[in-house]
């Protein structure tokens, strides 16, 4: 279904926009993938990271943030959400076309986590729509995991991305370790000498 939604890039953050974007976070992902969404927000750099909504009657729909890493030259893709009553009304489309147009501008391009597709129906439902934009799964980070963001551990994730460049081969090598390593420091304040930073790198065959 078509929408008469808008989309825009924020560039001031404030409590009311920080109440509303929490509600589709919490309704969007599970505990153990969501972090302190006013934290998230609070830590941005809009100067250089990214925060767009996508908006209707004054109502935030839905939300897209990306972070710089510098250390790969590409933005991570931190969080997507659309509110459930909201979906199907290509509001998640809609935010991704500004966010790849941002990032395509500025960098090589999006990286991301995904669940694995083996999950179940709703992941791979994601990962087909991530693909139908252009989203490639790296093969060589399928055993990639993330920290458990509820408690200890870890989960099990895939990496997917989007090259600002549809001819540039997939991320591999030194350039896909160097990506693991900025989004652990980046997304999750991971120092280098993390344990569980050193198993995923040895999980996605990133030796010293």
Not at 34 to 39: N, V
Not at 81 to 106: E, H, I, M, W, Y
Request: aromatic content about 10%; overall charge negative.
């Amino acid at each position: 279904m078509p929408t008469s939604a808008y989309f825009e890039q924020v560039f001031e953050i404030n409590p009311q926009l920080v109440e509303t974007l929490n509600e589709v976070y919490t309704a969007s992902f599970p505990p153990e993938q969501r972090a302190d969404l006013a934290g998230e927000l609070r830590s941005l750099n809009l100067q250089r990271d990214a925060l767009f909504v996508a908006r209707e009657n004054q109502a935030y729909l839905g939300f897209g943030i990306l972070r710089w890493l510098p250390g790969c030259s590409l933005f991570a893709l931190d969080y997507l959400a659309v509110n459930p009553q909201q979906r199907g009304r290509q509001l998640g489309s809609g935010l991704l076309a500004d966010l790849k147009t941002f990032a395509f501008a500025r960098s090589g391009g999006l990286i991301f986590e995904v669940e694995p597709a083996d999950e179940g129906c709703q992941a791979q439902r994601r990962i087909a729509f991530y693909q139908r934009h252009g989203g490639r799964i790296i093969s060589g980070a399928q055993a990639y995991r993330m920290p458990n963001l509820a408690c200890s551990g870890s989960l099990p994730m895939w990496l997917m991305w989007i090259p600002a460049d549809p001819q540039r081969p997939d991320l591999s090598g030194r350039a896909l370790c160097d990506c693991i390593q900025e989004i652990y420091t980046h997304l999750y304040g991971k120092l280098a000498d993390d344990p569980l930073l050193a198993q995923v790198l040895q999980y996605c065959g990133c030796v010293p």
